[in-house]
């Protein structure tokens, strides 16, 4: 039966359940619909994702708010390489906690992050290993080895998809860090990005393998940098399986279209793609009538731009709740606080961005309807 436009357009004007050519109902797209973000993204086939959040996290009412409103979890600090307070010796108290917390309500893990130039990605001990070894990148070869068997050897079949390499480049250019321990080790940078991939691959072949950098949606030398980069990893038949962008609008706003062009770039390469650390200072927009009502609306333009590009898995926000953002913490950041980022307030209740985030999924999954409807 052909059904003419206008009355097509008619039928999907109304307030209905809308039924998918599979029979499937997109529930959330029911105007009367109370469905949450973490059911929103889950009609949408896409991962709505957040962080752990320190020791304890998880049986506590943070617990309760993600497990509601999210479907994935990426663990923000707990299997980064510092948990090793010697080589071998690791303490996965955390990391358990939040894995069993994924598996116990049916999200997503994401194992975040094997290697990272920055901060707690590096044990305090490395340093002093390498400079005591006749060859460094032979012993970091090594201990790169035991890292990846000891971490993702631990969590094969449960954590869905690591970020392999955090942070390759340099913060503003698409050189490679100039500070990476990696970077200063290894002779030839790409052969630490191969082996990374290969050594993670080899633990897990199940699980999905990225690279996560900054500013890749706000720099284009960046931006440019990481396309170089990842297609010479694919040149050489490195296991890549996705990028992902991170966000952090701090400094600057990102532009939805061309954040949508740039995921859609590494789509093109076959790669899936994610936004992976995202958090918006008020601070940006504090100079609108409404900085929430405009806080919101990136938020809504990051989540359309996701949804625009098929081989976009989803978004993670970094942190829970604006109380609990990194940014209040940051030597660097913490100055020009607060900056109330994320899409809950301090007191555990949903922002506008929350609610404009909702709606970009609800808009995807009208569109997905409307386009699966019978003609
Ligand atoms: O756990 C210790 C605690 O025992 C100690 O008392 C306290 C004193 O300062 O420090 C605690 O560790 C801190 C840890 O966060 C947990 O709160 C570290 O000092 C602090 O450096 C660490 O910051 C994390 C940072 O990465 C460095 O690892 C942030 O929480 C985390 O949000 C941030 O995340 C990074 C991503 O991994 C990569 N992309 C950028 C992003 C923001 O920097």
């Not at 948990?83 to 997503?108: M, N």
């Not at 030398?221 to 890549?240: C, D, N, Q, S, Y």
């Not at 109380?323 to 899409?343: E, I, K, M, N, V």
Request: aromatic share 10%.
């Amino acid at each position: 039966m052909s059904i003419s436009t206008p009355l097509r357009v008619a039928l999907l004007s109304l307030p209905w359940v809308l039924s998918c050519a599979d029979g499937s109902v997109t529930r959330c797209t029911d105007s009367n619909s109370t469905c949450t973000l973490r059911e929103a993204s889950e009609e949408a086939g896409v991962f709505m994702g957040t962080t752990s959040e320190g020791a304890g996290w998880a049986s506590t009412e943070i617990g309760t708010l993600v497990e509601t409103h999210f479907s994935s979890v990426t663990t923000q600090n707990e299997l980064k390489w510092s948990i090793a307070s010697a080589p071998g010796v690791y303490d996965f108290e955390r990391a358990d906690e939040t894995i069993d917390f994924a598996e116990q309500h049916g999200l997503r893990a994401r194992g975040h992050t094997l290697f990272w130039h920055r901060l707690s990605g590096i044990p305090s001990w490395l340093g002093d290993e390498l400079a005591a070894a006749a060859d460094p990148e032979a012993r970091l070869r090594e201990l790169m080895q035991a890292h990846v068997r000891a971490v993702v050897g631990r969590y094969a079949g449960r954590i869905d998809t690591w970020d392999v390499v955090n942070e390759p480049l340099d913060v503003f250019s698409g050189n490679p860090a100039p500070d990476s321990i990696f970077f200063q080790t290894f002779e030839r940078y790409e052969d630490f990005l191969d082996l990374s991939f290969q050594l993670a691959r080899q633990e897990d072949p199940t699980a999905k393998l990225f690279l996560n950098e900054i500013f890749p949606s706000i720099n284009e030398a960046k931006f440019e940098g990481l396309l170089a980069l990842v297609r010479g990893m694919l040149e050489r038949g490195t296991p890549i399986d996705g990028v992902g962008f991170q966000g952090h609008f701090v400094v600057q706003l990102p532009d939805a279209e061309i954040l949508r062009q740039r995921l859609q770039a590494f789509a093109d390469l076959g790669l899936l793609v994610e936004i992976t650390e995202l958090d918006v200072s008020i601070n940006l927009v504090n100079d609108q009538p409404d900085p929430l009502a405009a806080q919101a609306e990136i938020y809504r333009g990051v989540a359309a731009a996701c949804l625009a590009v098929t081989a976009c898995r989803g978004i993670t926000t970094w942190n829970v709740h604006d109380g609990l953002t990194w940014l209040d913490r940051d030597p660097l950041f913490a100055p020009l606080g607060p900056h109330r980022p994320t899409l809950f307030d301090e007191s555990l209740n949903p922002k506008p961005a929350y609610e404009s985030v909702r709606e970009a999924f609800v808009a995807a999954l009208a569109r997905k309807a409307a386009q699966t409807f019978p003609r």
